[in-house]
């Protein structure tokens, strides 16, 4: 499994340059069309991903790939035996690729309401998540916003894990999405889904993100 990170402002006349040659006809339009600058950012972003990635886990050339690149949604590699899953949250596109089903999710580090966690969350994924906070229970559900700088990290990991088994899980139902639970076992989290593996799971404090990267096997 491979996975990278890219800011889309990163992007720059010399990535352009290197890059667009290896698009095809089709795609070269599609960028032309674009009415939004951020938009032909994201899409342009989400190639240089895919195949820099796909170059790694496959020893092949970028531009060998024949790839459909589709953030937040199904990525299709057509002439490798290769998954890809491509995320977008804010100026961040992640790409994860593997030669089993893979998921990868990102998510900022923000405060949230207990609410949110109410709509995302099982019970003992909210208990975790709350584990390392200063304010009892009975505090933590009448709050507005949680700030606690470790909740709130906790919170963006746990949403990410969730985020990227839905995506390696390929049911395209986002109403499932608390039926897999995570929990900590000591330094270990834990999936329910026992053909889950999770690959990746951290905190980059440079770019205030959390990321996790989930595959499942291909049977």
């Not at 030669?99 to 999710?105: E, K, P």
């Not at 889950?196 to 990267?213: E, F, R």
């Given at each position: 499994?491979?996975?990278?990170?890219?800011?889309?402002?990163?992007?720059?006349?010399?990535?352009?340059?290197?890059?667009?040659?290896?698009?095809?006809?089709?795609?070269?339009?599609?960028?032309?069309?674009?009415?939004?600058?951020?938009?032909?950012?994201?899409?342009?972003?989400?190639?240089?991903?895919?195949?820099?990635?796909?170059?790694?886990?496959?020893?092949?050339?970028?531009?060998?790939?024949?790839?459909?690149?589709?953030?937040?949604?199904?990525?299709?590699?057509?002439?490798?035996?290769?998954?890809?899953?491509?995320v977008?949250?804010?100026?961040?596109?992640?790409?994860?690729?593997?030669?089993?089903?893979?998921?990868?999710?990102?998510?900022?580090?923000?405060?949230?309401?207990?609410?949110?966690?109410?709509?995302?969350?099982?019970?003992?994924?909210?208990?975790?998540?709350?584990?390392?906070?200063?304010?009892?229970?009975s505090?933590?559900?009448?709050?507005?916003?949680c700030?606690?700088?470790?909740?709130?990290?906790?919170?963006?990991?746990?949403?990410t894990?969730?985020?990227?088994?839905?995506?390696?899980?390929?049911?395209?139902i986002?109403?499932?999405?608390?039926?897999?639970?995570?929990?900590?076992?000591?330094?270990?989290?834990?999936?329910?889904?026992?053909?889950?593996?999770?690959?990746?799971?951290?905190?980059?404090?440079s770019?205030?993100?959390?990321?996790?990267?989930?595959?499942?096997?291909k049977?």
């Amino acid at each position: 499994m491979i996975h990278k990170l890219m800011n889309i402002n990163e992007l720059n006349d010399e990535l352009i340059g290197h890059y667009f040659p290896m698009l095809t006809e089709a795609k070269q339009k599609k960028i032309a069309s674009l009415q939004n600058i951020e938009d032909r950012k994201i899409f342009f972003c989400c190639e240089i991903l895919a195949r820099k990635c796909l170059s790694e886990l496959c020893d092949a050339p970028e531009f060998s790939f024949d790839i459909l690149c589709n953030p937040n949604s199904k990525s299709i590699v057509g002439n490798y035996n290769a998954e890809v899953s491509i995320v977008k949250c804010d100026e961040f596109v992640a790409c994860a690729v593997s030669n089993n089903y893979v998921g990868i999710g990102i998510q900022k580090i923000k405060s949230f309401s207990f609410r949110d966690a109410q709509n995302l969350f099982s019970d003992s994924e909210i208990r975790a998540i709350f584990s390392d906070s200063v304010y009892s229970f009975s505090d933590i559900v009448n709050f507005q916003e949680c700030k606690e700088i470790s909740v709130m990290q906790k919170y963006a990991l746990f949403s990410t894990l969730k985020e990227a088994h839905f995506f390696a899980s390929g049911r395209g139902i986002r109403s499932e999405i608390k039926n897999t639970v995570f929990n900590f076992n000591g330094r270990e989290i834990l999936c329910s889904d026992e053909n889950a593996k999770i690959t990746d799971s951290y905190i980059d404090s440079s770019k205030n993100l959390a990321v996790s990267v989930i595959e499942r096997c291909k049977k």
